[in-house]
Nanobody
Framework: QVHLVESGGGLVQAGGSLRLSCSASGRTFSSYAMGWFRQAPGKEREFVAAIGRSGTNVKYADSVEGRFTVSKDSAKNTVYLRMDSLKPEDTALYYC?????????????????WGQGTQVTVSS
């Protein structure tokens, strides 16, 4: 059984930083792409960042480019999202997801397994 668990969310002031973690169990995800998405109340789930199998192929949403960094530790089956210079508009429930493919995607429908999410709240 596949299980993804996000952690690291919380309340932070604008300009602050957080690091989210996504630990995977039940399957070795080192061969697959993983992504981070977020969903704010009343809005659709949106792409944040993705990382490919090798860890060198990464992609970011324009809104977080230069502020967020995605990385992975294959030995720990864990993916991270480092978030710097946080803004109030970054407030959302953040999800990690795994795509059973070597290629990354920005589309939520392309991902096969999802975690339950971790809340990030940025105060102004």
């Amino acid at each position: 059984q596949v299980h993804l668990v996000e952690s690291g969310g919380g309340l932070v002031q604008a300009g602050g930083s957080l690091r989210l973690s996504c630990s995977a169990s039940g399957r070795t995800f080192s061969s697959y792409a993983m992504g981070w998405f977020r969903q704010a109340p009343g809005k659709e789930r949106e792409f944040v960042a993705a990382i490919g199998r090798s860890g060198t192929n990464v992609k970011y949403a324009d809104s977080v480019e230069g502020r967020f960094t995605v990385s992975k530790d294959s030995a720990k089956n864990t993916v991270y999202l480092r978030m710097d210079s946080l803004k109030p508009e970054d407030t959302a429930l953040y999800y990690c997801a795994v795509r059973l493919s070597i290629s990354i995607s920005t589309m939520p429908a392309a991902y096969d397994y999802w975690g339950q999410g971790t809340q990030v709240t940025v105060s102004s």
